[in-house]
């Protein structure tokens, strides 16, 4: 592998009397696409958590080299908008839209982090302040298209229907301009037909976008067939790590994932 985009070395986060995170490390590469899976409660949106800003690690580091050219950059304890400034971008388990706005909007929210008027800009509305507002409202249309809701654009977000409305996030998270996008659990809540359009949506956006993309996912199907290597979380620690064929075959995953009840 080239210069890792994101480099996750030994971090772990304590809750109280709490250890939901053991010394993980793990790194994803320049236009990867890379699994984080496990049991329930292992720990794995907690990892998503530490390395968007959400929680800072109690101990390790967390560090990104976004064109993987080995400038690497420690991102410990930057907030949230930081994070995504830095290239970063996420989806959530609990779809996080805003209901009130239209599709649209939620996309135009996005690309925010990038534009550069000023408040002065924003009174006056300056050409460049108009020039800039049109090519935001272009760009989040392109966005919806991108990912099929074109015929939704001015409808507001709570009318969309559930497994749409996880598609209206990424094309969100898209607009900030990521090189790595961040999906937690994107096929939860849907039928097997909307989880293949996803799975060829999240292809097509790695090829389309030449980022790198991780996701975390309780659908194995759809792991198993579109991740270039997937990490196994099990009570906090990582427990494997490999391409899919050598984790289907890795007998502490299949411990971990058999020692369970088998809910999902
Ligand atoms: N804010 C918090 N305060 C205390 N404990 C927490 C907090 N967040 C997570 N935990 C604990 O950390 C552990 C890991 O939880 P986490 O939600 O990260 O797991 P997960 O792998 O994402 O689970 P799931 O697949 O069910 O979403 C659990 O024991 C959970 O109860």
Redesign the pocket.
Known sequence: MNNPVLNVNSVSKD??G?R?LDEVNLVVGDKEIVALI??????????F?CITGI?TPTSGDVSIDPKAEGKTVRINGRKPNIVTELGMARTF?NIRLFHSMTALENVMIGTHCRTKSSIWGAISRNKATRQEEQAVIQRAYELLKLVDLEEYVNELASNIPYGKQRRLEIARALATDPFLLLLD?PAAGMNPQETLELEQLITDIRQQFNISIML?E?DMKMVMSMSDRIYV?DY?RMIADGTPQEIAENPAVIKAYLGEDDDD
């Open positions: 809750f109280g709490i939901a496990g049991p329930n409660g292992a720990g794995k949106t907690t990892f958590n929680y388990q659990e975390i309780h979380l906090g």
